[in-house]
């Protein structure tokens, strides 16, 4: 994580299990628990439960983790392949997403844990860049990757259908070499 960046204390990543299904069920099934710019509607869990079943949600093209402080779940981060910029086997880049329960917001912790993720996918992963869209109102987000030393490359113009229409999208990146000079 960059240097300059105040961690929260207490805050980890760790694989997810089982009970934490049923948290993540319960915080971010309604517009509130999901945050404004993250509430699609109700979704379909089942997945959740196939997915630990089948690969622990660590998977070669996408995983997710369990954000904690101390003993407890207090959100999820998610990676995906985005293979967007050309041919998926040598230009895809990792795209992160978070959610921190509601309750625990504004105290630090999603900056913390998109902080540990990206050490995390470059340690562990050869990849160039890691890229995060959000919502152009969602500004705790902006705030967060920014401090991380993320670019902001641009705005993606209405992309994103929710709660009656569409919505920009704001795209940034970290690269390499600067996750490597801040650390
Ligand atoms: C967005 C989210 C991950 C940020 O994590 P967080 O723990 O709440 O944020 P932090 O405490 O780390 O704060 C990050 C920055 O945002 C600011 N911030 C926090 N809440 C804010 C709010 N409601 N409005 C404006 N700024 C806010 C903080 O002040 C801080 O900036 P600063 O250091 O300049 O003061 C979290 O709020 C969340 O999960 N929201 C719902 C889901 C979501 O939007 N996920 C992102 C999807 S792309």
């Not at 910029?85 to 625990?104: L, P, Q």
Request: with cysteine.
């Amino acid at each position: 994580m960059a240097a300059h960046v105040r961690q929260a204390d207490g805050v980890s990543l760790r694989k997810l299990v089982a009970r934490d299904l049923e948290r993540i069920e319960e915080e971010f099934q309604s517009e509130d628990g999901a945050g404004t710019a993250q509430w699609f509607g109700f979704w379909n869990t089942n997945g959740l439960r196939a997915r630990l079943e089948q690969d622990q949600h660590i998977g070669a093209q996408d995983g997710a983790l369990a954000v904690t402080l101390g003993a407890d779940i207090v959100g999820k981060v998610d990676w995906f392949s985005n293979t967007a910029w050309g041919r998926a086997n040598t230009s895809a880049c990792w795209e992160i997403a978070v959610g921190i329960f509601a309750a625990y917001r504004g105290r630090g912790i999603g900056t913390t844990a998109q902080g540990l993720l990206i050490d995390y996918l470059f340690a562990h992963y050869p990849r160039h860049r890691i890229q995060a869209t959000t919502a152009v109102e969602n500004i705790a987000e902006q705030r967060a990757i920014e401090k991380l030393g993320f670019s902001r490359e641009g705005v993606v113009r209405q992309a994103q259908w929710r709660a009656g229409q569409w919505h920009d999208q704001v795209l940034y990146s970290l690269l390499r070499p600067e996750w490597e000079a801040a650390r």
